[in-house]
Nanobody
Framework: QVQLVESGGGLVQAGDSLRLACAASGRAFSTYDMAWFRQAPGKEREFVAVINWSSRSTRYADSVKDRFTISRDNAKNTGYLQMNSLKPEDTAVYFC?????????????????????WGQGTQVTVSS
């Protein structure tokens, strides 16, 4: 069982920055790939970014590439999403998730269906 708790969301203006954190319970966090997803009202949950267990591989949605950076500190059991140059269309609830079914694999996964544990989400609102 893995528990994930997001923090760092809030209300900001367009162009501002936020850093989200995802604190994980358990000693095996360092073996899990971790991702961030977001869900805006009336829309499906969408992929934002993923980082593999060793931090050697990352991928981003085109909509956030060059603005967002995913990272992790396995010693602290914490993942991060640095969000710069925020836009109103980034407004959503942001969720972190980990997948445990493909440990140490070479493939990164972008679908919510591939993730096993989720946090409760943190709201990010960007005003224009």
């Amino acid at each position: 069982q893995v528990q994930l708790v997001e923090s760092g969301g809030g209300l900001v203006q367009a162009g501002d920055s936020l850093r989200l954190a995802c604190a994980a319970s358990g000693r095996a966090f360092s073996t899990y790939d971790m991702a961030w997803f977001r869900q805006a009202p009336g829309k499906e949950r969408e992929f934002v970014a993923v980082i593999n267990w060793s931090s050697r591989s990352t991928r981003y949605a085109d909509s956030v590439k060059d603005r967002f950076t995913i990272s992790r500190d396995n010693a602290k059991n914490t993942g991060y999403l640095q969000m710069n140059s925020l836009k109103p269309e980034d407004t959503a609830v942001y969720f972190c998730a980990v997948q445990i079914r493909h440990l140490f694999g070479s493939t990164l996964y972008f679908s919510p269906r591939d993730y096993d544990y989720w946090g409760q989400g943190t709201q990010v609102t960007v005003s224009s």
